[in-house]
């Protein structure tokens, strides 16, 4: 287990938000989202940003990571007017404040899986939580794929909780420990040291969903970051305006939770077993990395997902 504080000097710097949607703003949401993310790739020492939806039975949800290069530029995007303006701009889509999580450290490996744990503990407790929490550590430690934890105690006025990011080789291995008995013992044990513990997940990529090349090397090789994420934006807000227009209204008289879920599960099953291969055959010449390929092939794949973007953006305008 390490600590990180202050006056460390972090080789990246990458920091966690994690927002509630309000029912029926998914793809209001995913359209500031995107607009927020454009703007921060603008930012000096921007060097990743990933969107991870709300996953059921570990978070409630959307968490956007971004990655910079160093602290200062983290700081410098976070602090910015243009971002100002874009989080008054949004307030509407979003029920209850924002968490956000400042973690420094090295640079994830693409496939690594991650979670961050805030906690808020109890008064005079803390001797306690430590204690306890080296024990979970020991505990993580034990799982496949274990890659490390940091722990980040509360620093006055900027950040009153206990923030432990925990980081797997892969999401299944993430999920091994998320879902093990073990780790929900020891919860259950330790729940009277704090008032209130939330979880947000993360990753290096969307696993599962992309097919693997190989480099020059021979090894799989996954497409980069950002070809992943507009892929997945090309399928998703079509997937979640269609599942608006056909299947709420068959939904009309359930709860609000319910009908959500039905709606997540839909379009995850959409994405998972159909619409994410499809763009797999379809954008294969332009999403497995290869150093020999000309630089028009990677202009044509791109401004191909751009008119995909503005193509759904008129079809769909004209249905509503």
Request: aromatic share 10%; charged share 20%; proline share 6%.
């Amino acid at each position: 287990m390490s600590e990180a504080g202050a006056g460390s000097n972090p080789v990246s710097a990458t920091v966690v938000i994690a927002q509630h949607v309000r029912p029926g703003k998914e793809q209001d949401y995913l359209g500031w989202q995107a607009e927020v993310n454009e703007k921060c790739r603008t930012f000096p020492g921007f060097e990743a940003a990933e969107v991870v939806p709300p996953v059921l039975g570990i978070q409630d949800d959307f968490v956007v990571v971004y990655r910079f290069d160093t602290a200062e530029h983290l700081s410098s995007w976070l602090r910015s007017e243009i971002r100002r303006s874009l989080l008054a701009r949004g307030e509407t889509l979003f029920t209850g404040e924002a968490r956000q999580h400042v973690i420094a450290g090295g640079r994830p490996a693409e496939n690594m899986a991650g979670m961050v744990v805030s906690t808020r503990v109890k008064p005079g407790r803390e001797k306690a939580y430590r204690e306890w929490q080296g024990m979970i550590d020991a505990e993580a430690a034990r799982f496949s794929g274990f890659l490390g934890n940091e722990v980040f105690a509360p620093v006055p006025g900027v950040q009153e909780d206990w923030v432990v990011a925990v980081r797997f080789d892969s999401a299944e291995h993430l999920k091994d420990w998320l879902q093990s008995e073990s780790r929900l013992r020891l919860i259950e044990q330790a729940a009277d040291l704090w008032q209130e513990a939330r979880v947000e997940s993360f990753s290096g990529g969307f696993p599962g969903w992309f097919g693997h090349g190989a480099d020059g090397s021979g090894r799989a090789a996954d497409p980069p970051n950002w070809k992943q994420a507009m892929s997945v934006l090309l399928v998703l807000y079509p997937t979640v305006m269609l599942l608006n227009l056909f299947l709420s209204p068959l939904l009309t008289g359930l709860p609000a939770a319910l009908s959500m879920f039905i709606g997540n599960v839909a379009s995850v099953v959409l994405l998972t077993w159909l619409l994410m291969s499809m763009v797999n055959r379809v954008f294969g010449f332009w999403l497995t990395p290869s150093p020999s390929r000309p630089f028009w092939v990677e202009v044509m794949g791109v401004v191909a997902m751009l008119l995909g973007y503005a193509l759904s953006v008129i079809i769909f305008e004209r249905l509503g």
